[in-house]
């Protein structure tokens, strides 16, 4: 009989799987739940790009594209970041079309991480980041960051986490899952510290478009000096709601860029060919509709917090992507077990604050990318929890 645990590669073996999907799984078993567990905009992706999409399959156009994307895809990317952040990238050697964001940030990591070298991640954030370079025998060096400095990384934390091992910076702004967002002056000071090194760093743009209370995304490639050593990772999931098209990008300095086309190339070969036509429409066409879905997801926003806060939870006003963090410490119970409880007892479904970093104990991830009825229900069944649980104490 095959002793398959010890074949299997021990690092993949023991990362623990993804806090965010256990709760999904769980509760898709369940009837009559509430989720606002996944990031997932509840919006379908937009006619006119899911028209670039058909339009490209009732054309027969359904061959493999070059490795790095379709020129046109390339040149639109480029443009959008010209015409959003005023950064000039060269459409055929600074940029790599990739399957989601998320290969993007493995791509960068690969072609830069090398056993040993320290990878300083900020938390709470996305799940991702510490396994893959766990994964490459990176050495992930957590930075905690703090709900009264509205979740950002400050130059003081950054620069007692930095050693002759920091190879990479992650920067993921705005922040899943706090909500928090990095203006100039706070990318201004992050660079000051790593000016004189040799840090390279990961800017996680994939919600720059979701930003409120008229703060704009500042992209850290803008930073004077800081382009040369950023990696800008982005797509078009949030923005334009094509979580299922999987389609993401990478923008950087060349150098690097050939090695993660590179890898790219052997790992997966290319992107869909389809969701690149849709693609193309969407960033020539698609400023609109991302206008109209942030004014609603403000609204919810707007709506979520002013809840949780009327529930009696201390709840940082989010400024960008789609989420709220509240810290629910005041129930005397930890955030798996607040979960866990909540979904069994009223059937709504938020993440634990730690599936983003054991510094997320004591709060909760919740999605507002859900209707506003979905979201009133929810707030209903929780207020009924919060009650119950109120009972069994007395």
Partial sequence: MMDYQSLLNRTARDIPPSGIRKFFDIAAEMDDVISLSVGEPDFPTPWHI??????????????????????????????????????????????????????????????????????????PSFV??????????????????????????TPDELRKKITDKTKLLILPYPNNPTGGVMRREDLEAIAE??????IMVLADEIYC????????????????????????????????????WRLGYALGPEPIISIMTKIHQYAIMCAPTTAQYAAIEALRNGDDDIDKMRDEYDLRRKLIVSGFRELGFDCFEPEGAFYIFPCIKNTGMTSEEFCEKL?????????????????????????????MSHINEALRRIKLFLNDEKGIKN
């Fill in 193 to 198: 510290v790593i000016r004189d090194t040799n």
């Fill in 343 to 371: 979904l069994y007892h009223r059937h709504v479904a938020v993440v634990p604050g730690t599936a983003f970093g054991e510094c997320g104990e004591g709060y909760i991830r919740v999605s507002y990318a859900y209707s």
């Fill in 128 to 153: 991702c980041y510490a396994p893959i370079a766990e994964l490459i025998g990176g050495k992930v060096v957590t930075i905690v960051t703090k709900q009264e400095n509205g979740f950002r990384l």
């Fill in 209 to 244: 478009e979701l930003t409120y209370n008229g703060i704009p995304h500042v992209s850290f490639a803008e930073i004077d000096g800081m382009k040369e050593r950023t990696i800008v990772v982005n797509g078009f999931s949030k923005a334009y709601a094509m979580t299922g």
């Fill in 50 to 123: 899911r028209d670039a999409g058909i339009e490209s399959l009732q054309n027969g156009r359904t061959r493999y594209s070059p490795n790095k994307g379709f020129t046109a895809l390339c040149r639109e990317i480029c443009d959008y970041y010209k015409r959003k952040f005023r950064l000039e990238y060269n459409y055929k050697s600074d940029v790599v079309v990739t399957v989601g964001g998320s290969e993007a940030i493995d791509l960068a990591m690969r072609a830069l991480i090398s056993p040993g070298d320290e990878v300083l991640v900020p938390q």
